[in-house]
Each structure stands twice: as C-alpha cells, then as structure tokens.
C-alpha cells in the first residue's frame, strides 16, 4: 500500500513537472501586425473668388469634385483609430497631409464651422493657380500618428468620381 501510494505520488510530480515544462516551452505570441488609421473624407468649395450673394447662397463648403482654375479645394478628413474607433486629433496625430503631383499640403485640425462649431476635423485649402493644368488631379491624404501608425487615403479609380480640374477660370475677387 504504501508503495502505491509512493508510486501516485511520484507519477503525480511527474505530470507537473511535464504540465510545467510544457507550459514553459510554449511559444511566445507574436505581436499583432500594425493596424492602419482609416481616413475618411471629401473635398469642398472653398470661400476663395467667391461673390458675397455665392457665399451667403450657401456655396462655401458644398461637396464637390471638379473645380476651375482660380477657385479654392478644401480637404476635408477625419482620421479613425482602429482600435478603438475615435477619431483622433492633433494630440495623437504627429502629421495629416496631401500630396499632390507637384507639392505637399499640410493639414490642420480645428473646428468647424469657426464661430459656432459643429464638428472637429482636419482640413487645407488649395487655390487652383490660373496656370495650372487641367485635368485629373491625383492626390493622396496621407496621416501619421505620434505611435508610428499611417494610413492613407486614396481615389476612386473612376475618372468621374476624381478630382478634376476644368479650362474654365473663375475671375479673381479682391478682397
């Protein structure tokens, strides 16, 4: 009996010494891949070379996809956290900007509208030089977070849904 009992006792050490090695050895969990930001946005009228009756019609911050020349594009983005679906502002973004063919637009976050907000996001104004070419214009929306995340923003591949810049030409307006 006693030898028995010795005997489950010993084969009850060896299980956990087995459990333990086991547990011991197991592989490391490898860290989840980056998760990438997810940027949401359109492009609107801005007020530039607007007459006073357009801006107080409601022209100023209408979607919109094709622009001529003289007039101003606003970019405007709001950028998701993933992880956990807030969106993230200038204390958690270390950059947001667009990127055109020929330059690089560094956007702000703020509200909007300024007197009386309503909502926070990041935006940037382009006026369309007279001399610019016409046509599509292709551009990203690239943000940074201070954590070393990105994310970008890209068109749809369809002409009649990207941003167009047409030959008409607005007249400039002094202000």
């Given at each position: 009996m006693v030898i028995l009992l010795r005997g489950l006792a010993l084969g009850v050490v060896v299980g956990l010494l087995a459990v333990a090695c086991?547990?011991?050895?197991?592989?490391?969990?490898?860290?989840?891949?980056?998760?990438?930001?997810?940027?949401?946005?359109?492009?609107?009228q801005g007020p530039?070379?607007?007459?006073?009756e357009e801006k107080a019609g409601g022209a100023v911050c209408v979607q919109k996809n094709r622009f001529a020349k003289n007039?101003?594009?606003v970019w405007r983005m709001r950028?998701?956290?993933?992880?956990?679906?807030?969106?993230?502002?200038?204390?958690?973004?270390?950059?947001?900007?667009?990127?055109?063919?020929?330059?690089?637009?560094?956007?702000?976050?703020g509200p909007h509208p300024r007197d009386n907000p309503l909502d926070f996001f990041w935006t940037v104004g382009f006026d369309v030089p007279e001399a610019y070419p016409s046509?599509?214009?292709?551009?990203?929306v690239v943000a940074t977070a201070k954590d070393g995340r990105t994310?970008?923003?890209?068109?749809?591949g369809i002409a009649a849904a990207q941003l167009t810049v047409?030959?008409?030409?607005?007249p400039v307006i002094a202000e």
């Open positions: 086991q547990t011991a050895a197991a592989p490391t969990p490898t860290p989840a891949p980056p998760v990438n930001l997810v940027l949401v946005g359109d492009t609107v530039a070379n607007l007459t006073d007039e101003e594009i950028i998701m956290d993933p992880a956990t679906g807030t969106p993230m502002d200038d204390q958690t973004l270390a950059s947001v900007v667009v990127r055109l063919p020929d330059q690089e637009l560094a956007m702000r976050y046509g599509l214009l292709a551009y990203t994310g970008t923003f890209n068109q749809f047409t030959d008409e030409v607005r």
